[in-house]
């Protein structure tokens, strides 16, 4: 397989809520709404895609990389979102979160050096 990227795609049953939702988890508008049930967030290779499928809403889960867990707390934090306690190991830090229809997001700082 030759990847030239992909999507995550999270299932919501609200689409208004959940693009202010995301809004905020990414600090940012979206990047498109190219359907009335689909938005996107994207970034190079890849991105993420929010879908409005009440059937499947709260079953999704996605891991975002971030290069510094402690800032992506603060800053989620200042826009009242509250990531879970870090757990830290050989692979680096982790900490989730979930969006309000349940699907898990988990951010991953990879090891320093």
């Known amino acids: 397989m030759n990847t030239i990227g992909f999507y995550a795609v999270m299932c ?3 689409m208004e809520r959940a693009t202010e939702w995301y809004g905020r988890l990414f600090g940012r508008e979206p990047d498109a709404r190219p359907m009335d ?3 996107q967030w994207w970034r190079e290779g890849g991105g993420l895609q929010v879908w409005r499928d009440a059937d ?3 079953a999704s889960l996605t891991t975002i ?3 510094d867990m402690a800032a992506e707390r603060a800053r989620l934090l200042a826009v009242g979102l509250d990531l879970s306690p870090d757990s830290k190991g050989d692979w680096g830090i982790i900490a989730q979160i979930s969006d309000p229809d349940g ?3 988990t951010l991953a ?3 320093r050096g």
């Open 103 to 105: 699907n898990r997001i």
């Open 12 to 14: 919501v049953s609200d």
């Open 65 to 67: 990389i971030v290069a």
């Open 109 to 111: 700082e990879p090891p």
């Open 37 to 39: 049930w689909l938005v």
């Open 56 to 58: 499947k809403a709260g």
